[in-house]
Structure formats: structure tokens, C-alpha cells
């Protein structure tokens, strides 16, 4: 197997030997006058020059073994042998059938099921619970019939690929519910699996404003992260084996009063109908004196707030980079959102069904600004392909505004956004929201 087909199959699981003959190789190409090996030197050793010239006197095996550390995710080299070791030890006691939440009565809750298998396999046999609706589509409203809006909304954004009925949605919502609403009374310890994305952090904040305002489990510890070392993007928790889980575990950290009132705080203020005291909430958390109570929570909110329609363009951010990536030319959806999760967007937070809802909504506008190709219309979804029409290529020269084109009525959080109404947008220059007439 090669080193490239190695960290494509476990891009998580690093080995030392390989390691250091990456480093070896990395060197063996900097005295070679490589440019790849001297931009990656430039882009990951301290001391290198930004200015393009060549990068003299680091030519040691230390300089190369550095910058590969620092391109898996690691500050060094020693840092990334001490991982490496941890790892090992990990699967090691997974594999001796070693457990590790025997201790107590516990629940882990996590926003999707991508962890379940791999907790089990990695030897947690506390209950699991699955609580993910994604908050960060569709109205989430301050109203008496929240959870049957919010089935609506499922139904009608994911229903027909998922074969979901509105009933079934509702029966699942008020399940996930029930459960979260009993986690306290039920265990002795709750432990609460997130990563740093607005999917993840606005469900976070729904389950820490239940344990705010109906009490906690004695023991509610929490593991949130927004990176593992690795030879590909970390997106999430899904992608990790079984050891790192492990790795994680030893990690984690019990659940204060500060962050518990951010998280109730968060969540009172994204149902609101104006985005300004959500934004207020984050960025009052982060100048105060608990800044660091949830370190991904004012990036998730700030990149949450990012939907609403642009203040330049009208589009949101990422109904932007739909119409940017297409710029190139016509391509397959799948593909599309491919180069989105993977180049394009800061902080990837969709799934696939949630990028269709989105790419649907934009074909629905009156005057839409893509297209799907006809010739191939009925193929499975990630196959159609579709382009920019006239008014896309418009929108994206700064000819026309997004919402002049007719999108139909969303929702970012609280807020709707609709046509031929006055808007709340949000200013990239200005880092905030601001409100702004509808546009024709």
C-alpha cells in the first residue's frame, strides 16, 4: 500500500514509521529544489519566509519532521510521537476488551448516529441517545406548536428522499424530546458528543438549556472539539475510529453553570424574529469573562447568522458559493457539494439531504439562478447536473440582487427571510447584521 493510499484508508490512524519516512522523503525533496516541498516548508515551519524565496538553512530531518507534524494537525514533533503513542495505547486497551463508562449510569448524546458503532466498538456500553434535528434549517420559533412546525418543515425539506411523513417526523421529535427531558431523572451521568459546526453547536445548545432550567444529571461533562490530528480535513466526530473515541474520553470535561446560561442564552435568543440579540449573546460571551465557557459556540452562531441573504448579493453564504463553484461550468450536485465541504465552505456543517433542501429551494425562485441540465433530470440526485442561468451569472457580476430573483420563504433560525420584503442581511464588511428594504 502507499503512503498516499494509507492516510486515504485511516487518515486518523497515524503511524510513526510511516511518519518519519514522509519526513525523509519531505527532506530529500527540499535539497532537491522541489517547489511543492519548499511551499509546504513556507507554509508550516515557524521560520520559514512568506515572500516566496527559498527557505535557506532549513534543510535539517528536524525541519521536515516539523512540517509534516504541523500539516497532521500537531505543534511538533514530539507532539505528534506523543499522539501516536496515546492512540496506540487506546486501541490496545480497546482491543483487551478494557471499558470505560462501567462506572455510572450513563447516556451519551450525540446530533446523529455516526458515533454509535464506533462508541461500542471502542468499549462504551452506556445508552445512546440521538437528538438532531437540525436547528440550523427551517423556523426555529418561540411558539406553543414548535415541534410540529419544525415536522413540517422535515417533511417538506427531506421527506421524499427519506420517506418521511410529517406524522412520522412529529413522532420522532417528541421522542428525542421525551428522552432529553428524562436524561437527569434516569442517569447518573449525561455526556454530551459535539463538534464545532452551527449543526452541532445550536443543538448544543438545546440540550444545555434542558439541563439548565430542569436540572442536571450529577455528573454532565461534555466533549467538544473542532479538530483531530489527521491526513485529511477533520469535519466531524464520524470520521474517527474507535481509539481516538477512547482518546477523547479522557478528554472530557464536566459541564459548568457558565456554560449551561450560554447555551439556555443561545437558544432563547435564535428564536427570536430579529438576529441582533443572538449576535449580541455571542459577542457579549466572547469580550466577557467567560469567553472560553463554549470556545466554538460565537463561530457557529457567526457562521449560522451567514445565511441570511448578503448585504453585496442578496444570496446566502452558502447559496454563494453554490453560484461560485458553478461559475467554472455545469456540473453533477454531488459534485458541487463535494467542492463545497471540501474547499469552499470555513466551517462545513451540511449534510448531504440538507445541501439537496438548499439547492431545491434556489430552483424553486420565480427567476432562478440555476438550472438543472434536462438531459439527465431523472437521475438520483447527486448525478443531475445543473449551471448558472442569465440572472446567476447576473447576481454573481453584482448586476442583480439575489432576492429580486423570487426565492421562496426561509428561515434562519427565528428569522424568515422573504421575498419582496424588508430583510435582515448580513454585512461582511461590518461583521454584523443589519436591516435592509426589499429589493426589486
Given at each position: 500500500?502507499?503512503?498516499?493510499?494509507?492516510?486515504?484508508?485511516?487518515?486518523?490512524?497515524?503511524?510513526?514509521?510511516?511518519?518519519?519516512?514522509?519526513?525523509?522523503?519531505?527532506?530529500?525533496?527540499?535539497?532537491?529544489?522541489?517547489?511543492?516541498?519548499?511551499?509546504?516548508?513556507?507554509?508550516?515551519?515557524?521560520?520559514?519566509?512568506?515572500?516566496?524565496?527559498?527557505?535557506?538553512?532549513?534543510?535539517?530531518?528536524?525541519?521536515?519532521?516539523?512540517?509534516?507534524?504541523?500539516?497532521?494537525?500537531?505543534?511538533?514533533?514530539?507532539?505528534?510521537?506523543?499522539?501516536?503513542?496515546?492512540?496506540?495505547?487506546?486501541?490496545?486497551?480497546?482491543?483487551?476488551?478494557?471499558?470505560?463508562?462501567?462506572?455510572?449510569?450513563?447516556?451519551?448524546?450525540?446530533?446523529?448516529?455516526?458515533?454509535?458503532?464506533?462508541?461500542s466498538?471502542?468499549?462504551?456500553?452506556?445508552?445512546?441517545?440521538?437528538?438532531?434535528?437540525?436547528?440550523?434549517q427551517?423556523?426555529?420559533?418561540?411558539?406553543?406548536?414548535?415541534?410540529?412546525?419544525?415536522?413540517?418543515?422535515?417533511?417538506?425539506?427531506?421527506?421524499?428522499e427519506?420517506?418521511?411523513?410529517?406524522?412520522?417526523?412529529?413522532?420522532?421529535?417528541?421522542?428525542?424530546?421525551?428522552?432529553?427531558?428524562?436524561?437527569?431523572?434516569?442517569?447518573?451521568?449525561?455526556v454530551?458528543?459535539?463538534?464545532?459546526?452551527?449543526?452541532?453547536?445550536?443543538?448544543?445548545?438545546?440540550?444545555?438549556?434542558?439541563?439548565?432550567?430542569?436540572?442536571?444529571?450529577?455528573?454532565?461533562?461534555l466533549?467538544?472539539?473542532?479538530?483531530?490530528?489527521?491526513?485529511?480535513?477533520?469535519?466531524?466526530?464520524?470520521?474517527?475510529?474507535?481509539?481516538?473515541l477512547?482518546?477523547?474520553?479522557?478528554?472530557?470535561?464536566?459541564?459548568?453553570?457558565?456554560?449551561?446560561?450560554?447555551?439556555?442564552?443561545?437558544?432563547?435568543?435564535?428564536?427570536?424574529?430579529?438576529?441582533?440579540?443572538?449576535?449580541?449573546?455571542?459577542?457579549?460571551?466572547?469580550?466577557?469573562?467567560?469567553?472560553?465557557?463554549?470556545?466554538?459556540?460565537?463561530?457557529?452562531?457567526l457562521?449560522?447568522?451567514?445565511?441570511?441573504?448578503?448585504?453585496?448579493?442578496?444570496?446566502g453564504?452558502?447559496?454563494?458559493?453554490?453560484?461560485?463553484?458553478?461559475?467554472?461550468?455545469?456540473?453533477?450536485?454531488?459534485?458541487?457539494?463535494?467542492?463545497?465541504?471540501?474547499?469552499?465552505?470555513?466551517?462545513?456543517?451540511?449534510?448531504?439531504?440538507?445541501?439537496?433542501?438548499?439547492?431545491?429551494?434556489?430552483?424553486?425562485?420565480?427567476?432562478?439562478?440555476?438550472?438543472?441540465?434536462?438531459?439527465?433530470?431523472?437521475?438520483?440526485?447527486?448525478?443531475?447536473?445543473?449551471?448558472?442561468?442569465?440572472?446567476?451569472?447576473?447576481?454573481?457580476?453584482?448586476?442583480?440582487?439575489?432576492?429580486?430573483?423570487?426565492?421562496?420563504?426561509?428561515?434562519v433560525?427565528?428569522?424568515?427571510?422573504?421575498?419582496?420584503?424588508?430583510?435582515?442581511?448580513?454585512?461582511?464588511?461590518?461583521?454584523?447584521?443589519?436591516?435592509?428594504?426589499?429589493?426589486?
Amino acid at each position: 500500500m502507499t503512503d498516499r493510499d494509507q492516510r486515504a484508508a485511516d487518515p486518523f490512524r497515524l503511524n510513526l514509521e510511516q511518519q518519519k519516512k514522509r519526513a525523509k522523503d519531505l527532506l530529500k525533496a527540499l535539497k532537491s529544489g522541489d517547489p511543492d516541498a519548499m511551499e509546504r516548508i513556507r507554509a508550516n515551519h515557524p521560520d520559514a519566509r512568506r515572500d516566496g524565496s527559498r527557505p535557506d538553512g532549513l534543510d535539517r530531518l528536524s525541519d521536515a519532521q516539523l512540517v509534516i507534524a504541523r500539516e497532521l494537525g500537531l505543534p511538533s514533533w514530539p507532539a505528534l510521537k506523543s499522539h501516536i503513542a496515546a492512540m496506540e495505547r487506546n486501541r490496545s486497551d480497546m482491543q483487551s476488551g478494557r471499558t470505560l463508562d462501567t462506572d455510572m449510569d450513563t447516556l451519551h448524546i450525540r446530533c446523529g448516529m455516526d458515533v454509535k458503532q464506533a462508541l461500542s466498538d471502542a468499549g462504551f456500553s452506556g445508552d445512546f441517545l440521538e437528538y438532531s434535528d437540525p436547528f440550523c434549517q427551517g423556523p426555529v420559533v418561540a411558539a406553543d406548536d414548535f415541534l410540529d412546525r419544525r415536522a413540517g418543515f422535515l417533511a417538506d425539506a427531506y421527506g421524499a428522499e427519506m420517506g418521511l411523513t410529517k406524522a412520522r417526523c412529529l413522532a420522532r421529535l417528541e421522542s428525542e424530546e421525551a428522552a432529553l427531558a428524562s436524561a437527569a431523572a434516569r442517569y447518573e451521568r449525561v455526556v454530551l458528543w459535539f463538534e464545532h459546526d452551527s449543526y452541532d453547536q445550536l443543538i448544543l445548545a438545546r440540550c444545555l438549556v434542558q439541563f439548565a432550567e430542569f436540572g442536571a444529571a450529577s455528573t454532565l461533562e461534555l466533549i467538544d472539539i473542532d479538530r483531530f490530528p489527521g491526513s485529511i480535513r477533520f469535519i466531524g466526530l464520524g470520521q474517527l475510529p474507535p481509539e481516538a473515541l477512547r482518546l477523547l474520553w479522557s478528554k472530557r470535561r464536566a459541564i459548568s453553570r457558565e456554560q449551561l446560561d450560554l447555551g439556555a442564552r443561545v437558544w432563547r435568543h435564535l428564536r427570536a424574529p430579529e438576529p441582533v440579540s443572538l449576535y449580541g449573546a455571542v459577542e457579549a460571551a466572547a469580550r466577557g469573562p467567560g469567553a472560553a465557557a463554549l470556545p466554538h459556540m460565537r463561530g457557529a452562531v457567526l457562521r449560522h447568522l451567514q445565511e441570511l441573504p448578503s448585504v453585496r448579493s442578496g444570496a446566502g453564504f452558502t447559496e454563494a458559493m453554490v453560484l461560485e463553484i458553478l461559475s467554472g461550468g455545469q456540473m453533477p450536485i454531488g459534485m458541487v457539494y463535494r467542492d463545497l465541504m471540501v474547499e469552499k465552505e470555513p466551517q462545513p456543517w451540511l449534510g448531504d439531504l440538507m445541501f439537496l433542501h438548499i439547492v431545491e429551494t434556489m430552483l424553486a425562485a420565480a427567476d432562478p439562478a440555476i438550472a438543472v441540465d434536462p438531459d439527465g433530470a431523472d437521475a438520483h440526485w447527486p448525478q443531475r447536473r445543473i449551471a448558472l442561468t442569465g440572472a446567476g451569472r447576473a447576481v454573481l457580476a453584482g448586476e442583480r440582487d439575489y432576492m429580486s430573483l423570487g426565492p421562496p420563504e426561509r428561515w434562519v433560525g427565528g428569522v424568515r427571510i422573504a421575498a419582496g420584503s424588508d430583510n435582515w442581511r448580513w454585512d461582511f464588511e461590518g461583521g454584523r447584521p443589519v436591516r435592509m428594504p426589499a429589493q426589486v
